[in-house]
T-cell receptor
């Protein structure tokens, strides 16, 4: 079956530090890959996505590249801010898995705290 | 911006009791989902719902669980006889045409079974 493994948290960084959150996946087909973010007290929000190998997803200064050869989708940001403090989830979908359904398979989440 | 609303944000219930978690999806969305996250573990798919019926469910979604869209606006998850291991954060989501890109998640209900 499908699975997503992401680095254990929590991760604590100083403002303007470089961020990497590792994510690797196992899938039977050719999945789409996603990063979701959950800010305190809010729902899961799509941060970025990539739908095929070598695609780079980017949003709000965050980037992740779909690496088929290493089955990875690591999240990076060059300079984090206090407002980036949140829980980050890596996820995959193999697309249409049933009538009107696209299941997401999530990792455990990584809590990021950015201190001034 | 439209949002998915979940109530309550936190519910404590005694083992063996029935609990109903409520969700109000985005009004023009057609597909509805429940996911859950046990503390420290992965977010897991429970069930998807379309056209007033379950379209897919996971192994977790056994006979203790049911979903309903009783009035065209609410989408509920019922657990008939709660167990300690049902303690988790439950997320509702909706989408307009089934594509995972179009998912909007609610902020979750934390269920604690004591």
């Amino acid at each position: 079956g499908n699975s997503v493994t992401q680095m254990e948290g929590p991760v604590t960084l100083s403002e303007e530090a470089f961020l990497t959150i590792n994510c690797t996946y196992t899938a039977t087909g050719y999945p789409s890959l996603f990063w979701y973010v959950q800010y305190p007290g809010e729902g899961l929000q799509l941060l970025l996505k990539a739908t095929k190998a070598d695609d780079k997803g980017s949003n709000k200064g965050f980037e992740a590249t779909y690496r088929k050869e290493t089955t990875s989708f690591h999240l990076e940001k060059g300079s984090v801010q206090v407002s980036d403090s949140a829980v980050y989830f890596c996820a995959l979908s193999e697309g249409y898995s049933g009538a009107g359904s696209y299941q997401l398979t999530f990792g455990k989440g990584t809590k990021l705290s950015v201190i001034p | 911006e439209p949002e998915v609303t979940q109530t309550p944000s936190h519910q404590v219930t005694q083992m063996g009791q029935e609990v109903i978690l409520r969700c109000v999806p985005i009004s023009n969305h057609l597909y509805f989902y429940w996911y859950r996250q046990i503390l420290g573990q992965k977010v897991e798919f429970l069930v998807s719902f379309y056209n007033n019926e379950i379209s897919e469910k996971s192994e977790i979604f056994d006979d203790q669980f049911s979903v309903e869209r009783p009035d065209g606006s609410n989408f509920t998850l019922k657990i008939r006889s709660t167990k300690l291991e049902d303690s988790a954060m439950y997320f509702c989501a909706s989408s307009d045409w089934g594509n995972v890109d179009g998912y909007t998640f609610g902020s979750g209900t934390r269920l604690t079974v004591v």
